[in-house]
């Protein structure tokens, strides 16, 4: 699309849904239709869980859609399909990338074919027979199980014992038709922040410190649930990595606009990549605008940035 300035352009901010992260999308939403507002854009809100949601964005007739959704339906490649069904430009990555992004069995396939490190798994489906002495066999004693295409740790747990893993099985269940047994890699955790198309650029790499065992919801959500440390006080050389793969991790599933891996770094300097998430927390304090904050973007100039990557 022709850029336009940021006063003739009119933003539909979509936000909210259906997923499990519709609180959080909430408050992503509001942040960023406030600062698209203070960047001089015309800005209107819609909830996707709206039953008009179709026809009202439609009647709008928006230059661009400005998606702060999360999770199912948002940022799985649902609502990006819908919208190119519409012909309405939208920020972040495409169908394809949305949806291999989401799924976190099929994204560590792609990790794998580019070579990026990603810890050891099994994916297991409902109905399908498992064994739990093999499962140990392969991921080993200590080993995380999560749901596919979850976020925000929603059903995962840590799995300390072998007589944990059943339990753990089972709760992932309860989220998800599709589960991930991962191996367990005790380091220091990390996110980087990418933000770019084809030629995408790292931003400061944050180290996480959940105050809870790990980065669960809680300690994603509430003030105070962990502590972000810019830059993470990692070696030079997993630095150095940890960028390299968040921008390969971004090629590999073909995401445009931003994205935000989480690793972990292990003792050994092996930096491992766990996912790819492609619409990150977007509030002024969440992630991936804490560390655009450090990079001297404004949490105006990255939403403004965000919408100037969809029209390239
Ligand atoms: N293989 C692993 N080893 C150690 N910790 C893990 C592992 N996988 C996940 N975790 C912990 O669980 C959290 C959530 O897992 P993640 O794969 O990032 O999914 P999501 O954030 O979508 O729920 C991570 O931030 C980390 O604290
Ligand atoms: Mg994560």
């Known amino acids: 699309m022709s850029k336009k300035l940021a006063a003739d352009t009119k933003v539909a901010l979509i936000l909210g849904g259906n997923s499990g992260e519709r609180e959080v ?3 992503s939403g509001k942040e960023c239709a406030l600062a698209l507002q203070e960047a001089g854009y015309q800005v209107k809100s819609f909830d996707s869980a709206d039953k008009d949601f179709i026809l009202n964005i439609q009647n709008y007739a ?5 998606l702060a959704l999360h999770g199912k339906y ?14 309405i430009p939208y920020t972040g990555s495409g169908v394809l990338a949305s949806a291999l992004a989401m799924d976190k069995t099929r994204a560590k396939t792609f990790y794998s074919a580019a070579g990026l490190p ?3 798994s099994v994916s297991l489906r409902r109905s399908e027979p498992y064994d739990l002495a093999e499962l140990v066999g392969v991921v080993g004693e200590k080993s995380v199980v999560k749901p596919a295409t979850e976020g925000s740790a929603l059903g995962v747990s840590i799995v300390h014992t ?8 089972k709760h992932a269940f309860e989220v998800d038709d599709t589960i991930l047994v991962e191996r367990f890699v005790e380091g ?15 931003l400061p790499i944050i180290e996480i410190v959940p105050h809870a065992e790990f980065y669960d919801f809680e300690a994603k959500y509430e003030t105070g649930g962990a502590d972000h440390i810019i830059p993470a006080r990692i070696s030079e050389a997993a630095y150095k990595s940890a960028e390299r793969i968040a921008i390969n991790a971004h090629n590999a599933l073909g995401c445009r606009g931003m994205s935000r891996s989480d690793m972990i770094v292990d003792q050994f300097d092996t930096v491992w990549i766990l996912e790819t998430n492609t619409i990150p927390g977007m509030t002024k304090t969440s992630l991936l605008p804490d560390s655009a904050s450090k990079a001297g973007i404004s949490f105006p100039e990255l939403c403004t940035k965000l919408i100037e990557l969809a029209q390239e």
């Open 25 to 27: 999308s909430l408050m």
């Open 62 to 66: 928006p230059d661009i859609a400005f």
């Open 74 to 87: 948002g940022e799985d490649g649902v609502i990006q399909g819908a919208l190119e069904f519409l012909r």
């Open 118 to 120: 990603t810890p050891h």
């Open 162 to 169: 072998p007589d944990e893993l059943g339990p753990a099985i």
């Open 188 to 202: 220091t955790e990390i996110t980087v922040a990418v933000l770019g198309n084809n030629n995408p650029e790292a």
